[in-house]
T-cell receptor, first 113, second 111 residues
């Protein structure tokens, strides 16, 4: 079975540009999570969805960040405009039935110059 | 909210030795405790988990123990191998709440 798929795997952009990260969860999983990982702050939950509906976005750092899940097999995390402090690895994870057992994708390494 | 502390931050062992990583949590209502392994350039992968109705769980060379009274849980890896080298994360949560992760332990197994 395919795991969680994320694209792109690496993204380098300049400050002020729009960045869109993509995620395809494991088929049949009802929950989808977006995380950010940095050395300083570790793994931070940004937002999660249940059945395509955003449930908790309290971890989204600023209005520059937005996330959507138009259907059960696709989600996006958008940063507009991007800033150098947004540089991090962004992970998408999905879960079959709740908030506990999560399966992570390979991540997108974002570098904002 | 839940606060998860993880120790040590780095751990170096010789191949064949055991490795132990410890985590403490603050929310006495937490009832699910997973451990994730993250290899370089990859996402965290679930390796073992335990729920609060058991005190210990084993899967081959990996075991997790839980002490609810003291609010701590530990990961034990026996007969370590170089491929066990990775960053390990603990997490804790209770039903209906998102996972709270520790800061990670970088384990190095030297041949």
């Amino acid at each position: 079975d395919a795991g969680v798929i994320q694209s792109p795997r690496h993204e380098v952009t300049e400050m002020g540009q729009e960045v869109t990260l993509r995620c395809k969860p494991i088929s049949g999983h009802d929950y989808l999570f977006w995380y950010r990982q940095t050395m300083m702050r570790g793994l931070e939950l940004l937002i999660y969805f249940n059945n395509n509906v955003p449930i908790d976005d309290s971890g989204m750092p600023e209005d520059r960040f937005s996330a959507k899940m138009p259907n059960a097999s696709f989600s996006t995390l958008k940063i507009q405009p991007s800033e150098p402090r947004d540089s991090a690895v962004y992970f998408c994870a999905s879960s079959p039935r709740g908030l506990d057992t999560q399966y992570f994708g390979p991540g997108t390494r974002l570098t904002v110059l | 909210g839940e606060n998860v502390e993880q120790h040590p931050s780095t751990l170096s062992v010789q191949e064949g030795d055991s490795a132990v990583i410890k985590c403490t949590y603050s929310d006495s209502a937490s009832n699910y405790f997973p451990w994730y392994k993250q290899e370089l350039g990859k996402g965290p992968q679930l390796i073992i988990d335990i729920r609060s109705n058991v005190g210990e769980k084993k899967d081959q060379r990996i075991a997790v123990t839980l002490n609810k009274t003291a609010k701590h849980f530990s990961l034990h890896i026996t007969e370590t191998q170089p491929e066990d080298s990775a960053v390990y994360f603990c997490a804790a949560t209770r039903s209906g709440y998102a996972l709270n992760f520790g800061k990670g332990t970088s384990l190095l197994v030297t041949p």
